[in-house]
């Protein structure tokens, strides 16, 4: 996902990016199974033993909104449960997750059948419909304004951005 960073891009540019890979809202924006997102946060609960609402947002590149949703299915099913809050840096406080014993038996057998802990995945569909878009005449780099290597949530619209291609 292109993470943007506020200090990193041009108003125009962030827009322009934005519009091209808007940041899913919901579970099914992803386009991604709820099972499979669930069994990605029990990887990285069980990696990390527990995490904030900020940490999971940075360790799987979503929302926030999709991450309750996801942690609201997971806590319904038994896999995890509240620890109470911590202070964040800024002085706010965050829920702090973990695993419950049948969260942590959920995430070895994930762990079994794919090791992979890191952001939540690009669905092939979505990077093949942005990466088909024309060009345009502007050319920007998406390492000077973005945060990760490749688009994340494409609109489905005609690219009015060259991703560096000439």
């Keep these: 996902m292109y993470a943007i960073s506020d200090s990193d ?3 125009s540019q962030r827009e322009a990016v934005q519009r091209l890979a808007p940041q899913p809202r919901t579970v099914r924006e992803t386009g991604l199974a709820d099972s499979f997102l669930g069994d990605l946060v029990c990887k990285h609960l069980h990696d990390a033993g ?29 896999r995890i449960e509240v620890l109470g809050q911590a202070g964040g840096a800024s002085g706010g406080q965050a829920l702090r997750y973990g695993l419950t014993e049948r969260g942590r038996s959920s995430a070895r ?6 090791g992979y802990i890191g952001a939540a995945p690009y669905p092939v569909s979505s990077y093949r419909s942005c990466s088909s878009c024309r060009p345009s005449t502007t050319v920007v780099s998406p390492p000077a304004i973005c945060t ?10 005609p690219c009015s951005i060259n991703w560096g291609r000439r």
């Design 9 to 11: 891009a041009y108003p």
């Design 148 to 157: 990760r290597p490749s688009p994340r949530w494409c609109c489905r619209r």
């Design 109 to 114: 057998d994930a762990l079994a059948r794919s």
């Design 50 to 78: 527990v995490l904030d609402m900020p940490r999971l947002v940075e360790r799987l590149a979503l929302t926030g909104s999709v991450l309750e949703e996801v942690l609201g299915f997971l806590r319904k099913d038994g």
